[in-house]
């Protein structure tokens, strides 16, 4: 009887003591696979700003971050297709130009800025583009992370995938391009001549490379 009360009086007293002693280990937090890139090529931290691109870690693909401020990159901006004289010229929507507005001379004047360090920007593959896509977002949202790409807007992004037949209503165009829908992050094919947004890309860039040290 005495033994059982000792039980009683004594286990739960161990078991609190053990329970005081014992430490779980701490989940080290893993760093997020995009890092914010400032004009001249600088890595960011997290919470600073502001900031041009973002550094995909996993791709090591440096990418356009756009603006609100009506100047080259701003997030309201359209572009018919056209590069390598292939798709239609002039035919977006972007005050910046008043010559030209289409995806070639963005990237010409992209690479003459020299964003981020880097002078190769071009357009984006389907499978380059793609990978931004997030599963999930925020109802009313892009389906991209707007903490490290702001000012995306729901629509096409376009690619560099041309040449593509057109299907439906757009088959009498004969050819268009790939471009992704950043409402569901599926992949389309549109005329040339349509307006869509644009978001950049370059490779093998310094920055990515020292955002990795």
């Known amino acids: 009887m005495k033994f059982r009360a000792l039980l009683v009086f004594v286990l739960p007293a161990v078991i609190l003591v053990a329970a005081a002693l014992y430490s779980a280990p701490q989940q080290v937090p893993q760093p997020h696979h995009l890092t914010k890139i400032d004009g001249s090529g600088k890595a960011l931290s997290a919470w600073s700003g502001p900031w041009s691109c973002v550094c995909d870690d996993r791709t090591q693909l440096l990418w356009e971050v756009k603006t609100d401020d009506e100047g080259i990159h701003d997030g309201y901006w359209t572009y018919s297709w056209y590069q390598y004289e292939q798709g239609v010229a002039n035919s977006g929507d972007c005050y910046f130009e008043k010559a030209r507005c289409d995806t070639e001379d963005l990237i010409r004047h992209t690479n003459r800025q020299k964003l981020c360090g880097a002078e190769n920007w071009r357009l984006p593959t389907t499978d380059e583009l793609q990978s931004l896509v997030i599963a999930d977002p925020i109802p009313g949202h892009p389906a991209v992370d707007t903490d490290y790409f702001p000012r995306t807007k729901r629509g096409d992004y376009w690619t560099s995938d041309g040449n593509q037949p057109l299907q439906g209503v757009y088959q009498y165009l004969k050819r268009g ?30 920055a990515c490379h020292k955002a990795r040290q």
Do not use: C, E, Q
């Not at 040339?192 to 490779?203: G, H, I, K, W």
């Open 177 to 206: 391009s790939r471009a992704i829908n950043f409402i569901n992050g599926d992949a389309v094919t549109i005329p040339y001549r349509n307006a869509a947004f644009v978001r950049l890309v370059a490779d093998n860039s310094n």
